[in-house]
C-alpha cells in the first residue's frame, strides 16, 4: 500500500509517498482560516481519520515515515511519524501507534547542552528552537542490526545548512551540521540503503547548482559526492 502526504496551499502542492500496509493521505484543509493538516485513510474505501494538525504553518514540509512495526500477541501494527513545521517556526512530531495518532518528542530545534557543559540548562529538554519559515524538511527511518529502530530528522536552519537529529530508542540527540550553503527557498532530498549505513542527500546551492553529499558510516561522517548539475543562469 502507500503513505501519499499532501500539503496543499495556494497554488502548491508537496507530495511525500512511503509504503504502509494500510493507504493513508494527509493534506492540508481547504477554506479561508485553514492551516490545519488532517488524514484520510484507505482500506478499500476512503475515510476520514483521526489526525488533526491545526498548529502547522501555512506551506509547511511534511516530511513522513514509516517504522517497522510492533509485534503483538494479535498480531503487528503500522507506526507513522510526521514531521512539520509549527506556526511558531519550531518543528513538530507526531506519531500513529496502535491506531492512534499522539504528540511526539520532537518538538524543537535545538537541544539544550547537559549540565556538564553547562549548568544553566537541563538534560533532555528542548528549546523552542526556531528554523526559517517553510524549511525543507526531510526525514528517514530504518530498522538497526540489533532490533532497534533509529530515525534521523533533516531542515535547514537560520544559516542555510542542512542539519539533522536522530532518534535512536532512548531519545532525540544534538542537532549536528550536514552540510551549508542551500539557498534560501530551495529544497532537498535524500534516501539510505543497507539498514541506514549509506545515505545520499542531494541539494541547490545558493548558485543554483544541484549537487550530492554522501555518508557511508551512517550519518556520522559526511563528504561530497561526484554529482554536479546547473549553474547559475543554466
Avoid at 88 to 114: M, R
Avoid at 187 to 204: A, C, D, I, S
Avoid at 213 to 230: I, K, N, P, R
Wanted: charged share 20%; aromatic share 12%.
Amino acid at each position: 500500500m502507500i503513505l501519499l502526504v499532501v500539503s496543499t496551499f495556494v497554488s502548491t502542492i508537496r507530495v511525500s509517498i512511503a509504503s504502509v500496509p494500510k493507504s493513508h493521505l494527509l493534506k492540508r484543509l481547504e477554506g479561508i482560516g485553514s492551516r490545519a493538516i488532517e488524514e484520510l485513510g484507505h482500506d478499500g474505501y476512503w475515510y476520514k481519520g483521526s489526525l488533526r494538525l491545526p498548529d502547522a504553518l501555512d506551506g509547511t514540509s511534511i516530511a513522513p515515515v514509516v517504522i517497522a512495526p510492533v509485534i503483538h500477541d494479535w498480531g503487528s501494527g503500522t507506526r507513522i511519524r510526521v514531521y512539520y513545521q509549527t506556526e511558531d517556526l519550531s518543528l513538530g512530531e507526531h506519531c500513529y501507534d496502535n491506531n492512534e495518532w499522539y504528540p511526539g518528542q520532537f518538538i524543537g530545534a535545538v537541544k539544550y547542552h547537559p549540565p556538564e557543559r553547562n549548568r544553566n540548562f537541563v538534560t533532555g529538554k528542548w528549546s523552542p528552537g526556531r528554523v526559517p519559515g517553510r524549511s525543507p524538511i526531510s526525514a528517514v527511518a530504518f530498522t538497526l542490526d540489533d532490533g532497534g529502530t533509529e530515525i534521523q530528522a533533516y531542515w535547514r536552519n537560520l544559516q542555510d545548512e542542512i542539519v539533522v537529529n536522530k532518534w535512536t530508542g532512548s531519545g532525540w540527540g544534538l542537532v549536528t551540521k550536514v552540510v551549508g550553503g542551500i539557498g534560501s527557498g530551495f529544497q532537498f532530498t535524500l534516501f539510505q540503503w543497507e539498514r541506514g549505513k549509506h545515505l545520499r542527500l542531494y541539494y541547490q546551492n545558493h548558485t543554483n547548482v544541484v549537487l550530492e553529499h554522501c555518508t557511508d558510516d551512517g550519518a556520522d561522517t559526511w563528504y561530497s559526492g561526484s554529482l554536479q548539475v546547473g549553474g547559475i543562469g543554466q
